[in-house]
């Protein structure tokens, strides 16, 4: 997909905004004089620069700026060694053979669309971590049992279309057709987008990958949370991917004036859906999952007026899908109990379900012994809040996740932060689960 390169000068006034002192001089050191750790995030800042805003990072599916992402990881893939292709779903992907063409593939992948406003390193880190290791691998001249690949991935956030995870669900043969209708903040469509760089909405299938083709999967990416750093680790192993369900809940009383209506004859529905919110976060915090409310409107929405209908948000996630369904069922018990004191409807609008994703046994071991041999005797094992392509991945082959320490657990923020050392050692730890993995086959 060709189009018009940003010009050098604002992307430099992008770089002085956005960067301290030592990433500069990082960006303009000599690759030959880098330490590993100072390549892998010299590569995320190459890719931070590829915006679609001038004063932060926002780069979506289908996009130009998705296309240049895919262009600098391919050079980067061609350096390392590997045959590349951009997939019938616009991800980019690269591939060397194991000890003999056609093998069954291992995947190392993450993916290179970002939140509006985000950091260098969700998504990105795994990709140029993944590409590093394959270089490893190549020049090592160990012969390997089976093929690595690389995929960079176009959608998982789901930023443009809504729908998250696009990027890996096709290659997972999981595509919905229902998605072609979906349309951007621009009014354009999916199957025009796909159109638009270049793709056939009609061969997205090929980009589906069979169970027979692969071996596994192996995702490393940044914690997005604080337990790492807390207990003072550079990387953790992964033990599952939290099941998510998210619902609106309309809560309907009645509007009346708020001079001349009573408290007794008040059915107000701000108060009643305040006092559940309130419920929610008891609940999450007594149970064990999480529970968000992340926005709230309430009707007439006048000052003197008392609030007859509210609409708020819930984002329930836990380890286990019983343990999400558990607290759903609380907080249900609560808005009946709330709205029957209260004189309010409580109703609720399921908008997503995603089930909990178990990484295998045998790749949390690989993942385990890389993190050992990268230096950590006895590695954290957590479970991911947050999703991964992984989750999409799981239905077509085993899935393991290594993850990297990021300062304060901050993410989807331009304060992304990780320490160029800890990068190196995830490096280190994923070349070696690699190599674990092929000690087990």
Same mark, same amino acid.
């Given at each position: 997909?060709?189009?018009?390169?940003?010009?050098?000068?604002?992307?430099?006034?992008?770089?002085?905004?956005?960067?301290?002192?030592?990433?500069?001089?990082?960006?303009?050191?000599?690759?030959?004089?880098?330490?590993?750790?100072?390549?892998?995030?010299?590569?995320?800042?190459?890719?931070?620069?590829?915006?679609?805003?001038?004063?932060?990072?926002?780069?979506?599916?289908?996009?130009?700026?998705?296309?240049?992402?895919?262009?600098?990881?391919?050079?980067?893939?061609?350096?390392?060694?590997?045959?590349?292709?951009?997939?019938?779903?616009?991800? =980019?992907?690269?591939?060397?053979?194991?000890?003999?063409?056609?093998?069954?593939?291992?995947?190392?992948?993450?993916?290179?669309?970002?939140?509006?406003?985000?950091?260098?390193?969700?998504?990105?880190?795994?990709?140029?971590?993944?590409?590093?290791?394959?270089?490893?691998?190549?020049?090592?001249?160990?012969?390997?049992?089976?093929?690595?690949?690389?995929?960079?991935?176009? #959608?998982?956030?789901?930023?443009?279309?809504?729908?998250?995870?696009?990027?890996?669900?096709?290659?997972?043969?999981?595509?919905?057709?229902?998605?072609?209708?979906?349309?951007?903040?621009?009014?354009?469509?999916?199957?025009?987008?796909?159109?638009?760089?270049?793709? #056939?909405?009609?061969?997205?299938?090929?980009?589906?990958?069979?169970?027979?083709?692969?071996?596994?999967?192996?995702?490393?990416?940044?914690? =997005?949370?604080?337990?790492?750093?807390?207990?003072?680790?550079?990387?953790?192993?992964?033990?599952?991917?939290?099941?998510?369900?998210?619902?609106?809940?309309?809560?309907?009383?009645?509007?009346?004036?708020?001079?001349?209506?009573?408290?007794?004859?008040?059915?107000?529905?701000?108060?009643?859906?305040?006092?559940?919110?309130?419920?929610?976060?008891?609940?999450?915090?007594?149970?064990?999952?999480?529970?968000?409310?992340?926005?709230?409107?309430?009707?007439?929405?006048?000052?003197?007026?008392?609030?007859?209908?509210?609409?708020?948000?819930?984002?329930?996630?836990?380890?286990?899908? #019983?343990?999400?369904?558990?607290?759903?069922?609380?907080?249900?018990?609560?808005?009946?109990?709330?709205?029957?004191?209260?004189?309010?409807?409580?109703?609720?609008?399921?908008? !997503?379900?995603?089930?909990?994703?178990?990484?295998?046994?045998?790749?949390?071991?690989?993942?385990?012994?890389?993190?050992?041999?990268?230096?950590?005797?006895?590695?954290?094992?957590?479970?991911?809040?947050?999703?991964?392509?992984?989750?999409?991945?799981?239905?077509?082959?085993?899935?393991?996740?290594?993850?990297?320490?990021?300062?304060?657990?901050?993410? !989807? !923020?331009?304060?992304?932060?990780?320490?160029?050392? #800890?990068?190196?050692?995830?490096?280190?730890?994923?070349?070696?689960?690699?190599?674990?993995?092929?000690? =087990?086959?």
């Amino acid at each position: 997909m060709s189009g018009e390169t940003p010009s050098e000068g604002s992307g430099r006034r992008r770089e002085e905004r956005a960067q301290p002192s030592a990433e500069r001089v990082r960006s303009r050191a000599r690759p030959e004089t880098m330490s590993m750790g100072e390549k892998l995030m010299r590569r995320c800042d190459e890719l931070a620069e590829l915006s679609s805003d001038p004063d932060r990072l926002t780069r979506v599916y289908l996009s130009l700026e998705h296309a240049r992402a895919n262009e600098l990881v391919s050079r980067w893939m061609v350096d390392a060694g590997m045959r590349t292709w951009c997939d019938a779903a616009g991800n =980019q992907c690269g591939r060397i053979e194991g000890d003999r063409p056609g093998l069954p593939a291992v995947i190392l992948a993450s993916h290179v669309d970002t939140v509006p406003g985000a950091g260098k390193y969700d998504g990105m880190l795994g990709v140029v971590l993944a590409i590093e290791v394959v270089a490893r691998l190549r020049t090592s001249g160990r012969p390997l049992p089976f093929a690595v690949e690389v995929v960079a991935f176009g #959608d998982e956030e789901g930023t443009r279309f809504g729908a998250a995870l696009l990027g890996s669900r096709a290659v997972a043969g999981t595509w919905d057709d229902e998605w072609w209708a979906l349309r951007d903040a621009d009014g354009i469509s999916l199957a025009d987008a796909f159109a638009g760089f270049g793709l #056939d909405p009609g061969r997205v299938g090929e980009a589906a990958r069979l169970p027979g083709e692969l071996v596994a999967y192996l995702e490393a990416h940044i914690e =997005q949370g604080p337990r790492l750093e807390t207990a003072d680790r550079a990387l953790g192993v992964v033990s599952a991917i939290a099941g998510a369900r998210r619902f609106v809940i309309d809560v309907v009383g009645e509007a009346r004036h708020a001079g001349g209506t009573p408290y007794e004859r008040r059915r107000d529905a701000l108060v009643a859906a305040s006092e559940v919110v309130v419920a929610i976060e008891r609940l999450a915090r007594d149970g064990a999952g999480i529970a968000t409310v992340g926005h709230l409107s309430v009707e007439p929405g006048a000052v003197n007026v008392v609030p007859g209908r509210v609409e708020f948000s819930l984002d329930i996630r836990a380890e286990s899908d #019983d343990e999400r369904d558990t607290l759903w069922a609380a907080i249900q018990a609560t808005t009946a109990e709330v709205g029957h004191r209260r004189d309010v409807g409580f109703t609720s609008t399921q908008t !997503h379900a995603a089930e909990a994703v178990r990484c295998a046994d045998w790749l949390r071991d690989v993942v385990t012994a890389g993190i050992r041999e990268a230096g950590d005797a006895d590695p954290l094992v957590l479970f991911s809040p947050a999703g991964h392509d992984a989750m999409a991945m799981a239905s077509v082959t085993d899935v393991g996740m290594l993850f990297v320490r990021c300062r304060d657990g901050i993410s !989807h !923020h331009p304060d992304e932060e990780v320490r160029a050392d #800890d990068a190196a050692a995830a490096a280190d730890a994923l070349e070696a689960a690699v190599l674990a993995l092929a000690d =087990q086959l």
